[in-house]
């Protein structure tokens, strides 16, 4: 692809994407093989697990393009989903309660 376009940018923005891709779908999966019999917690820690990955993604790309790392798009992204994971711990330890 970089000799097509004759840039260098696009693949060493695609590497770094991909590898940050990649650690954070490992980590995924690592974490829904230990937490099998609680789906809804393994969820909402991968979600909490997607903050640090846009974060490292932002960076980079900002680095890479010289443009700012964060915006208040980004923000609202984080309080998104720290909004879905609380409300999935939550469901968690209702649901664990409730079996008891």
Same mark, same amino acid.
């Given at each position: 692809? $970089?000799?097509?376009?004759?840039?260098? =940018?696009?693949?060493? +923005?695609? /590497? *770094?994407? &991909?590898?940050?891709?990649? %650690?954070?779908?490992?980590?995924?999966?690592?974490?829904?093989?230990?937490?099998?019999?609680?789906?809804?917690?393994?969820?909402?820690? $991968?979600?909490?697990?997607?903050?640090? =990955?846009?974060?490292? +993604?932002? /960076? *980079?790309? &900002?680095?890479?393009?010289? %443009?700012?790392?964060?915006?208040?798009?980004?923000?609202?992204?984080?309080?998104?989903?720290?909004?879905?994971?609380?409300?999935?711990?939550?469901?968690?330890?209702?649901?664990?309660?409730?079996?008891?």
């Amino acid at each position: 692809m $970089s000799i097509i376009v004759e840039n260098h =940018l696009i693949m060493s +923005i695609g /590497i *770094s994407m &991909a590898l940050y891709s990649v %650690v954070y779908l490992w980590c995924v999966y690592l974490i829904f093989r230990k937490l099998k019999k609680r789906m809804i917690i393994a969820a909402a820690i $991968s979600l909490l697990l997607a903050m640090p =990955l846009c974060i490292m +993604i932002n /960076i *980079s790309l &900002a680095k890479d393009l010289s %443009v700012s790392a964060f915006d208040k798009w980004d923000l609202l992204a984080f309080a998104i989903i720290a909004m879905i994971s609380v409300a999935l711990f939550i469901i968690d330890h209702c649901r664990m309660h409730k079996q008891d």
